[in-house]
Protein backbone atom coordinates (compact mmCIF):
# COMPACT_ATOMS: atom_id res chain seq x y z
CA UNK A 1 0.00 0.00 0.00
CA UNK A 2 2.51 2.41 1.38
CA UNK A 3 4.72 1.73 -2.17
CA UNK A 4 1.57 2.15 -4.42
CA UNK A 5 1.13 5.52 -2.23
CA UNK A 6 4.50 6.52 -3.19
CA UNK A 7 4.19 5.62 -6.63
CA UNK A 8 1.03 7.29 -7.29
CA UNK A 9 2.55 11.06 -5.39
CA UNK A 10 5.49 11.13 -8.02
CA UNK A 11 3.18 10.43 -11.35
CA UNK A 12 1.18 13.37 -9.39
CA UNK A 13 4.48 15.42 -9.18
CA UNK A 14 5.57 14.60 -12.26
CA UNK A 15 2.63 15.45 -14.03
CA UNK A 16 2.83 18.96 -12.08
CA UNK A 17 6.08 19.50 -13.03
CA UNK A 18 5.41 19.06 -16.79
CA UNK A 19 2.20 21.61 -16.66
CA UNK A 20 4.30 23.73 -15.14
CA UNK A 21 6.19 23.70 -18.09
CA UNK A 22 4.62 24.24 -21.14
CA UNK A 23 7.43 23.74 -23.76
CA UNK A 24 8.08 20.76 -22.22
CA UNK A 25 4.51 19.56 -22.26
CA UNK A 26 4.04 20.32 -26.10
CA UNK A 27 6.91 18.28 -26.98
CA UNK A 28 5.28 15.22 -24.95
CA UNK A 29 2.34 16.11 -26.92
CA UNK A 30 3.88 16.12 -29.99
CA UNK A 31 6.41 12.75 -29.47
CA UNK A 32 9.28 14.88 -29.11
CA UNK A 33 10.63 14.08 -26.24
CA UNK A 34 13.22 11.87 -24.90
CA UNK A 35 11.77 10.51 -22.23
CA UNK A 36 14.82 8.99 -20.43
CA UNK A 37 16.51 12.44 -20.57
CA UNK A 38 13.00 14.46 -19.02
CA UNK A 39 13.08 11.57 -16.46
CA UNK A 40 16.52 12.47 -15.22
CA UNK A 41 15.84 16.46 -15.09
CA UNK A 42 12.48 16.12 -13.41
CA UNK A 43 14.64 13.89 -10.59
CA UNK A 44 16.64 16.54 -10.16
CA UNK A 45 14.78 19.35 -10.05
CA UNK A 46 12.16 17.42 -7.57
CA UNK A 47 14.70 15.40 -6.16
CA UNK A 48 12.63 11.86 -6.64
CA UNK A 49 15.11 9.03 -6.41
CA UNK A 50 12.69 6.63 -8.38
CA UNK A 51 13.86 6.53 -11.93
CA UNK A 52 11.17 4.06 -13.50
CA UNK A 53 8.24 5.81 -11.46
CA UNK A 54 9.06 9.19 -13.30
CA UNK A 55 9.52 7.75 -16.25
CA UNK A 56 6.30 5.47 -16.79
CA UNK A 57 4.30 8.35 -15.17
CA UNK A 58 5.92 11.08 -17.84
CA UNK A 59 4.59 7.90 -20.93
CA UNK A 60 1.11 7.64 -19.32
CA UNK A 61 0.53 11.24 -19.08
CA UNK A 62 2.25 11.52 -22.60
CA UNK A 63 -0.49 9.11 -23.98
CA UNK A 64 -3.22 11.46 -22.33
CA UNK A 65 -1.87 14.70 -24.04
CA UNK A 66 -1.67 12.50 -27.46
CA UNK A 67 -5.74 12.02 -27.39
CA UNK A 68 -5.89 16.22 -28.04
CA UNK A 69 -4.17 18.40 -30.01
CA UNK A 70 -4.86 22.06 -27.84
CA UNK A 71 -2.57 23.94 -29.83
CA UNK A 72 -4.18 23.04 -33.06
CA UNK A 73 -7.24 24.73 -31.64
CA UNK A 74 -5.49 27.50 -30.72
CA UNK A 75 -3.61 28.00 -34.70
CA UNK A 76 -7.57 27.71 -35.31
CA UNK A 77 -8.33 30.76 -33.71
CA UNK A 78 -5.14 32.84 -34.33
CA UNK A 79 -5.60 31.63 -38.20
CA UNK A 80 -8.63 33.96 -38.18
CA UNK A 81 -7.45 36.90 -36.30
CA UNK A 82 -6.08 40.15 -37.28
CA UNK A 83 -4.22 42.64 -35.67
CA UNK A 84 -4.71 46.41 -35.20
CA UNK A 85 -2.00 48.86 -33.96
CA UNK A 86 -2.92 52.14 -31.88
CA UNK A 87 -0.15 54.54 -31.02
CA UNK A 88 0.18 57.25 -28.61
CA UNK A 89 -1.18 55.62 -25.84
CA UNK A 90 -0.09 56.42 -22.28
CA UNK A 91 -1.02 54.53 -18.89
CA UNK A 92 -1.73 56.40 -15.56
CA UNK A 93 -1.18 54.02 -12.36
CA UNK A 94 -3.41 55.42 -9.01
CA UNK A 95 -4.04 54.65 -5.65
CA UNK A 96 -7.08 51.91 -5.05
CA UNK A 97 -9.15 54.36 -3.40
CA UNK A 98 -13.14 54.60 -3.57
CA UNK A 99 -12.60 58.34 -4.13
CA UNK A 100 -10.44 57.50 -7.53
CA UNK A 101 -13.27 55.21 -8.95
CA UNK A 102 -15.41 58.18 -8.34
CA UNK A 103 -13.57 60.78 -9.63
CA UNK A 104 -12.96 58.33 -12.93
CA UNK A 105 -16.83 57.78 -13.75
CA UNK A 106 -16.98 61.52 -14.76
CA UNK A 107 -14.06 60.49 -16.97
CA UNK A 108 -15.24 57.71 -18.32
CA UNK A 109 -19.11 58.86 -19.05
CA UNK A 110 -17.53 61.75 -20.70
CA UNK A 111 -15.26 59.83 -22.89
CA UNK A 112 -17.98 57.11 -24.05
CA UNK A 113 -20.16 59.87 -24.77
CA UNK A 114 -17.36 61.25 -27.36
CA UNK A 115 -17.23 57.82 -28.36
CA UNK A 116 -13.01 57.81 -27.29
CA UNK A 117 -11.65 54.68 -26.04
CA UNK A 118 -10.20 54.42 -22.11
CA UNK A 119 -9.75 51.24 -20.38
CA UNK A 120 -9.49 51.02 -16.12
CA UNK A 121 -8.08 48.22 -14.29
CA UNK A 122 -9.02 47.76 -11.01
CA UNK A 123 -5.78 45.79 -8.95
CA UNK A 124 -5.46 44.94 -5.46
CA UNK A 125 -3.30 47.73 -5.17
CA UNK A 126 -3.47 50.01 -7.66
CA UNK A 127 -6.05 51.63 -10.44
CA UNK A 128 -4.50 51.23 -13.99
CA UNK A 129 -6.17 53.73 -16.77
CA UNK A 130 -4.99 52.62 -20.24
CA UNK A 131 -6.07 55.71 -22.59
CA UNK A 132 -4.68 58.07 -25.55
CA UNK A 133 -2.21 60.09 -24.33
CA UNK A 134 -4.44 63.65 -25.22
CA UNK A 135 -6.35 62.50 -22.37
CA UNK A 136 -3.33 62.08 -20.09
CA UNK A 137 -3.45 65.25 -18.29
CA UNK A 138 -7.28 64.72 -18.03
CA UNK A 139 -7.45 61.83 -16.04
CA UNK A 140 -4.58 62.62 -13.58
CA UNK A 141 -6.52 66.17 -13.08
CA UNK A 142 -9.27 64.08 -12.73
CA UNK A 143 -7.95 61.85 -10.28
CA UNK A 144 -6.32 64.24 -8.16
CA UNK A 145 -2.02 64.34 -8.82
CA UNK A 146 -2.01 63.44 -5.14
CA UNK A 147 -3.19 59.65 -5.74
CA UNK A 148 -0.88 59.11 -8.75
CA UNK A 149 1.14 56.54 -9.03
CA UNK A 150 3.07 56.91 -11.53
CA UNK A 151 2.45 57.78 -15.45
CA UNK A 152 4.05 56.31 -18.58
CA UNK A 153 3.97 57.28 -21.92
CA UNK A 154 4.95 56.90 -25.44
CA UNK A 155 3.44 53.27 -25.88
CA UNK A 156 1.39 51.83 -28.04
CA UNK A 157 -1.11 49.19 -28.25
CA UNK A 158 -1.18 46.04 -30.15
CA UNK A 159 -4.43 44.14 -30.39
CA UNK A 160 -5.00 40.63 -31.30
CA UNK A 161 -8.80 40.13 -32.66
CA UNK A 162 -10.02 36.98 -32.63
CA UNK A 163 -13.65 35.00 -33.69
CA UNK A 164 -15.74 34.26 -30.76
CA UNK A 165 -14.84 31.27 -30.13
CA UNK A 166 -11.92 32.56 -28.44
CA UNK A 167 -13.62 32.84 -25.37
CA UNK A 168 -14.19 28.78 -25.25
CA UNK A 169 -10.63 28.34 -26.30
CA UNK A 170 -7.98 28.41 -23.79
CA UNK A 171 -4.44 29.12 -23.63
CA UNK A 172 -5.01 31.75 -26.91
CA UNK A 173 -3.41 34.47 -24.42
CA UNK A 174 -0.70 32.77 -23.48
CA UNK A 175 0.02 31.72 -26.82
CA UNK A 176 0.74 35.20 -27.91
CA UNK A 177 2.47 36.14 -24.14
CA UNK A 178 4.77 33.60 -24.61
CA UNK A 179 6.04 34.42 -27.84
CA UNK A 180 6.47 37.76 -27.61
CA UNK A 181 8.49 36.91 -24.05
CA UNK A 182 10.61 34.75 -26.08
CA UNK A 183 11.49 36.99 -28.39
CA UNK A 184 12.52 39.28 -25.62
CA UNK A 185 9.71 41.87 -25.52
CA UNK A 186 8.86 43.91 -23.16
CA UNK A 187 4.97 44.05 -22.43
CA UNK A 188 4.37 46.90 -20.39
CA UNK A 189 0.69 45.88 -20.02
CA UNK A 190 -1.74 43.19 -20.72
CA UNK A 191 -5.83 43.25 -21.33
CA UNK A 192 -7.71 40.48 -22.30
CA UNK A 193 -11.05 41.78 -23.53
CA UNK A 194 -13.70 39.19 -24.94
CA UNK A 195 -12.57 38.91 -28.39
CA UNK A 196 -9.79 41.09 -28.25
CA UNK A 197 -6.10 39.92 -26.78
CA UNK A 198 -3.88 43.65 -26.00
CA UNK A 199 -0.63 44.27 -25.24
CA UNK A 200 1.22 47.65 -24.88
CA UNK A 201 4.72 47.99 -25.59
CA UNK A 202 6.86 51.06 -25.83
CA UNK A 203 7.14 52.48 -28.74
CA UNK A 204 10.68 51.50 -29.40
CA UNK A 205 9.58 47.65 -29.64
CA UNK A 206 6.40 48.41 -31.77
CA UNK A 207 7.81 47.15 -35.05
CA UNK A 208 9.66 44.56 -33.58
CA UNK A 209 6.35 42.99 -31.56
CA UNK A 210 4.06 43.37 -34.67
CA UNK A 211 6.14 41.71 -36.66
CA UNK A 212 6.37 38.66 -33.92
CA UNK A 213 2.46 38.74 -33.78
CA UNK A 214 2.20 38.67 -37.53
CA UNK A 215 4.49 35.66 -37.99
CA UNK A 216 2.57 34.11 -35.43
CA UNK A 217 -1.18 34.26 -37.08
CA UNK A 218 0.59 33.76 -40.82
CA UNK A 219 1.97 30.52 -39.38
CA UNK A 220 -0.92 29.76 -38.12
CA UNK A 221 -3.06 30.12 -41.40
CA UNK A 222 -0.33 28.12 -43.13
CA UNK A 223 -1.22 25.16 -40.56
CA UNK A 224 -5.04 25.62 -41.76
CA UNK A 225 -4.03 25.63 -45.50
CA UNK A 226 -1.58 22.40 -45.01
CA UNK A 227 -4.52 20.63 -43.14
CA UNK A 228 -7.43 21.90 -45.90
CA UNK A 229 -5.27 20.33 -48.28
Request: charged share 30%; hydrophobic share 45%; with cysteine.
Amino acid sequence: MKEQSQKESIAERTRAYIDAHPSVKDCISKDLINYSSLARLIMKDLGIKNEEAVMIACRRYAVKLAKRDHERDILRILANSRLEVKTKICIVTAKNDWTVLQRLEAVFQKLINEKAIMQIIQGAQAITVIADEKLKNEVINAVGRENILKVRQDLVEITVKSPERIVETSGVFAFLASNLAENNVNVVETVSCYTDSIFIVNEADMIYAYSILTRVIESAEQVEETVEE
